[in-house]
Structure formats: structure tokens, C-alpha cells
């Protein structure tokens, strides 16, 4: 099996993350346990639910969303919502003056204990080159046409703060529960490429 | 380093491709290296800068081609030799040859983990909280224009441009030297907010904006003639 052709960079990757995962499982490197409880976590447990949870809840609890936007890392700390890439949380609130957007540029950081594992278009080439130069593009390609007076301003999150956006209470929704309100809120409108869509 | 990693701004990639109803992970293999990168490395092998490090410096054309969960695997393979935790022959054949020698640690429990993936993490923040900010909020910045042969999170199209202090968000370690075995550089880092004209020209909206996360040692104070 070990021969030249099998480093080739991007050849046989099955293969070589199943070597990676005997070797390191039999010198006792890494344990069965650990990751399965990784893959529970990120595939079952973390998710956009958990930031439309904290959205549904800003904006129903005026206080709660004070707190949120003052210091976000103490609120979802207190709920349990912190860990890896979701130590230092910062929330952006969109208002009729200000549409905010998150990427990463430089790598693909991402608010994964909020919104979970990123989804592969936030990952790719084409949204790290054009979100800082072309939001507005972008959010045409979302479906979301936004005023010429309205602020994008873009996050680019290449320390170690993450970010999520507090998307705008829809119209129509005065009368929802916070439950309610949860279920409208999207992935995208927390990364800010997409908004909550108002209710007829 | 100014190598394909840094895309902000560049054309020609074509559009974002969304894909419905995405699931995490689209094959076993993605659940399996993210799993073992994450259950391996907090047994303080390396920091999140060196890993980083690691992966931009995958070579450019195998960048773009390579899926997001393949630079994983690149990543790991590359710290795995870097570190000595295993040697190229384990890599390639998946059995454990080598007996003496090598970093080889306890492997991280799963409590530890869980305990991780649920509570703050101090990794490289929150340290010297006394430490005195080079700048202040509402205080006009010029980006440095540096160009390091080394890992750095300054991206060029910030370079040389001016902004605004709105943030300060305390103290962390400089990436650029954290990634490469120290010395460690606590500094703080703040929010700077960087016009889309001052970025992009006299073309782009006069409202919008950009926000960018900058240590004290990207910039200097704006020094009006």
C-alpha cells in the first residue's frame, strides 16, 4: 500500500484518514470514546437551533438581548452554549440602518457551538474572496435585495472572536411565541446573508 | 505569508454554491478526521495558530482543489511528522512500527472533551488583563503594510488602508509569533472598522463597511499631516 503515488496530496483520502485512525487508536493516542463523542456532538447536538434559540429569545426579552449584545460571551456561557470556537462571542444587531455579515477570510472560522459546523458555501473559495468586496452581490444571490442606504457592514472574524448576527424581527410575527419565533429563524440570516423573511 | 489563503477581495472564483438541506458531514471519512484532529491535539501537541500555519502553507494549487475536510487531513499529517507523534512509515501503512522515541502522550478523555466542547476555552485569550491598549476606541488607525514571510492574520487588503478603533476586545496572543513556538506577545485586539471606499475605491457604496479583528502590532496611529 505505502508507495510513491499514495502521497499524492489529495489521493486515496479515505484511505489515509482510516491509516491515521489505527495508528493513532492503536499506540493509545487517541480514544474510541473521545471521538465518537466529538461526532455525537457537531452532528447531533451543536446547530443553528441553539443561535435561533438565542434570537427568538432577544427578541422577546429586551433585557436578555441587552445582555447578549453587551457581552455574548458571558450570556451563552451561562446557557452552555460556549467551548471550542465559541469561547469569545460577539453579537452585531441588524437594524433598519445597519445589515451586518460574517466570513473569514483567512482560514473558516465560525461560531460552531452557536450555528454549528459551517456549511461548505461559507467554507469556499468564492464567499472568503467576494463577502468583503461584495456583500451586496452576495446578498442578491441569497434572494435579499438591500437598500443602497442601508450600512453592510462585514465582520471578518480572523482573531478569535466569532460572530453572530441578531437578525431583524420579521413583520407579522407580534403575536408568536418565542417556540414560534425560533422555527422562522435561519441559519443564513445569523451569518447575515440572508434575513427572516416577513410573515403574510 | 501572502499565499492563496488570503482571498479576501480576489475575483474570478464565480458563485457561492449553496447546497439545500446540507448535511455536516457528506462522508465517514470528514466525521473521522475532524474527530481525530480534535481528539488528538488537546493533549497540547500544538495551538490553533500552528495548526493554521500548517494549513496555509498546503501549496496553492492543492488549496483550491481540495475539499474543507481535506485540508484537515493535510494539516494533521503535516503537524503529526512536525511534532514526532508518528513517523511517515505509520502514516503511510496505519500501524503503530515505532516503539521508543516520539511525543506520544495520553491520549484526552472523553470527559475532558465534552467538558471542552461545552465551556469557555482559555486557548490563547484573556491573558494580562492589566496590560495597557496601544490604542482607544473611536481612534483613527493606519494598518500596517507588512508583508511576513511567517503566519500572520493581517489579510493584504487591509494593508496600508485607514480605519477606526470601535472595539477593544482585551487582551490575546499574537498569532504570528504563537505560531511558531514563541515568544508569546499578549496584545490587545480591537474591532476596526475600515470604509468600503477607503478598501475598494470610489465605486463602492459610501455606507458600507468592513470590520476586521487587528492586534496592537498590525497598526499604527494615524498621523494627520
Same mark, same amino acid.
Given at each position: 500500500?505505502?508507495?510513491?503515488?499514495?502521497?499524492?496530496?489529495?489521493?486515496?483520502?479515505? &484511505?489515509?484518514?482510516?491509516? &491515521?485512525?489505527?495508528?493513532?487508536?492503536?499506540?493509545?493516542?487517541?480514544?474510541?470514546?473521545?471521538?465518537?463523542?466529538?461526532?455525537?456532538? #457537531?452532528?447531533?447536538?451543536?446547530?443553528?437551533?441553539?443561535?435561533?434559540? &438565542?434570537?427568538?429569545?432577544?427578541?422577546?426579552?429586551?433585557?436578555?438581548?441587552?445582555?447578549?449584545?453587551?457581552?455574548?460571551? *458571558?450570556?451563552?456561557?451561562?446557557?452552555?452554549?460556549?467551548?471550542?470556537? *465559541?469561547?469569545?462571542?460577539?453579537?452585531?444587531?441588524?437594524?433598519?440602518?445597519?445589515?451586518?455579515?460574517?466570513?473569514?477570510?483567512?482560514?473558516?472560522?465560525?461560531?460552531?457551538?452557536?450555528?454549528?459546523?459551517?456549511?461548505?458555501?461559507?467554507?469556499?473559495?468564492? #464567499?472568503?474572496?467576494?463577502?468583503?468586496?461584495?456583500?451586496?452581490?452576495?446578498?442578491?444571490?441569497? *434572494?435579499?435585495?438591500?437598500?443602497?442606504?442601508?450600512?453592510?457592514?462585514?465582520?471578518?472574524?480572523?482573531?478569535? &472572536?466569532? #460572530?453572530?448576527?441578531?437578525?431583524?424581527?420579521?413583520?407579522?410575527?407580534?403575536?408568536?411565541?418565542?417556540?414560534?419565533?425560533?422555527?422562522?429563524?435561519?441559519?443564513?440570516?445569523?451569518? *447575515?446573508?440572508?434575513?427572516?423573511?416577513?410573515?403574510? | 505569508?501572502?499565499?492563496?489563503?488570503?482571498?479576501?477581495?480576489?475575483?474570478?472564483?464565480?458563485?457561492?454554491?449553496? +447546497?439545500?438541506?446540507?448535511?455536516?458531514?457528506?462522508?465517514?471519512?470528514?466525521?473521522?478526521?475532524?474527530?481525530?484532529? %480534535?481528539?488528538?491535539?488537546?493533549?497540547?501537541?500544538?495551538?490553533?495558530?500552528?495548526?493554521?500555519?500548517?494549513?496555509?502553507?498546503?501549496?496553492?494549487?492543492?488549496?483550491? /482543489?481540495?475539499?474543507?475536510?481535506?485540508?484537515? %487531513? %493535510?494539516?494533521?499529517?503535516?503537524?503529526?511528522?512536525?511534532?514526532?507523534?508518528?513517523?511517515?512509515?505509520?502514516?503511510?501503512?496505519?500501524?503503530?512500527?515505532?516503539?521508543?522515541?516520539?511525543?506520544?502522550?495520553?491520549?484526552?478523555?472523553?470527559?475532558?472533551? /465534552?467538558?471542552?466542547?461545552?465551556?469557555?476555552?482559555?486557548?490563547?485569550?484573556?491573558?494580562?488583563?492589566?496590560?495597557?491598549?496601544?490604542? /482607544?476606541?473611536?481612534?483613527?488607525?493606519?494598518?500596517?503594510?507588512?508583508?511576513? =514571510?511567517?503566519?500572520?492574520?493581517?489579510?493584504? =487588503?487591509?494593508?496600508?488602508?485607514?480605519?477606526?478603533?470601535?472595539?477593544?476586545?482585551?487582551?490575546?496572543?499574537?498569532?504570528?509569533?504563537?505560531?511558531?513556538?514563541?515568544?508569546?506577545?499578549?496584545?490587545?485586539? =480591537?474591532?476596526?472598522?475600515?470604509?468600503? /471606499? +477607503?478598501?475598494?475605491?470610489?465605486?463602492?457604496?459610501?455606507?458600507?463597511?468592513?470590520?476586521?479583528?487587528?492586534?496592537?502590532?498590525?497598526?499604527?496611529? %494615524?498621523?494627520?499631516?
Amino acid at each position: 500500500m505505502a508507495n510513491k503515488n499514495h502521497r499524492a496530496p489529495l489521493s486515496d483520502t479515505q &484511505l489515509r484518514v482510516k491509516a &491515521l485512525e489505527s495508528v493513532l487508536l492503536e499506540k493509545g493516542l487517541v480514544d474510541q470514546a473521545t471521538m465518537d463523542a466529538i461526532i455525537d456532538n #457537531y452532528e447531533n447536538k451543536v446547530g443553528p437551533h441553539n443561535g435561533a434559540r &438565542l434570537v427568538a429569545r432577544a427578541w422577546t426579552d429586551p433585557e436578555f438581548k441587552a445582555q447578549l449584545l453587551k457581552d455574548g460571551s *458571558g450570556t451563552i456561557a451561562k446557557l452552555g452554549l460556549a467551548g471550542i470556537e *465559541g469561547t469569545h462571542i460577539e453579537v452585531k444587531e441588524n437594524t433598519a440602518d445597519v445589515h451586518n455579515m460574517v466570513v473569514c477570510t483567512l482560514c473558516s472560522c465560525y461560531p460552531w457551538t452557536i450555528l454549528g459546523l459551517p456549511p461548505t458555501w461559507y467554507k469556499s473559495t468564492p #464567499y472568503r474572496a467576494r463577502a468583503v468586496r461584495d456583500p451586496r452581490g452576495i446578498l442578491k444571490e441569497f *434572494g435579499v435585495e438591500m437598500s443602497e442606504d442601508v450600512e453592510v457592514r462585514v465582520w471578518d472574524s480572523n482573531a478569535e &472572536l466569532r #460572530y453572530l448576527v441578531l437578525p431583524m424581527r420579521p413583520e407579522g410575527s407580534e403575536n408568536l411565541t418565542e417556540d414560534e419565533l425560533a422555527a422562522l429563524v435561519t441559519r443564513d440570516s445569523m451569518i *447575515g446573508t440572508s434575513v427572516v423573511d416577513a410573515i403574510n | 505569508m501572502n499565499s492563496i489563503h488570503d482571498l479576501g477581495g480576489m475575483d474570478n472564483f464565480g458563485p457561492i454554491n449553496v +447546497e439545500p438541506n446540507e448535511p455536516v458531514f457528506h462522508e465517514d471519512w470528514e466525521r473521522k478526521i475532524l474527530a481525530l484532529t %480534535l481528539g488528538l491535539l488537546p493533549a497540547g501537541y500544538c495551538n490553533i495558530d500552528e495548526m493554521r500555519r500548517t494549513t496555509e502553507h498546503i501549496d496553492p494549487a492543492i488549496y483550491l /482543489q481540495a475539499r474543507y475536510y481535506q485540508k484537515w %487531513l %493535510l494539516t494533521l499529517e503535516s503537524i503529526l511528522l512536525e511534532k514526532d507523534i508518528l513517523t511517515q512509515e505509520e502514516i503511510e501503512t496505519g500501524k503503530s512500527i515505532r516503539t521508543e522515541g516520539g511525543d506520544n502522550r495520553p491520549a484526552v478523555p472523553v470527559e475532558m472533551m /465534552q467538558y471542552a466542547m461545552a465551556n469557555p476555552i482559555p486557548a490563547n485569550a484573556e491573558l494580562d488583563p492589566d496590560l495597557k491598549a496601544k490604542f /482607544q476606541v473611536g481612534e483613527e488607525i493606519l494598518a500596517k503594510n507588512i508583508n511576513p =514571510y511567517h503566519h500572520t492574520r493581517i489579510p493584504r =487588503y487591509i494593508r496600508g488602508k485607514r480605519g477606526v478603533i470601535v472595539q477593544d476586545h482585551g487582551v490575546f496572543l499574537l498569532a504570528d509569533t504563537n505560531a511558531h513556538g514563541g515568544p508569546e506577545k499578549p496584545q490587545h485586539v =480591537y474591532s476596526v472598522r475600515f470604509t468600503a /471606499q +477607503e478598501l475598494w475605491g470610489d465605486e463602492a457604496n459610501p455606507n458600507d463597511s468592513v470590520c476586521i479583528d487587528l492586534h496592537d502590532d498590525y497598526m499604527d496611529p %494615524l498621523v494627520s499631516n
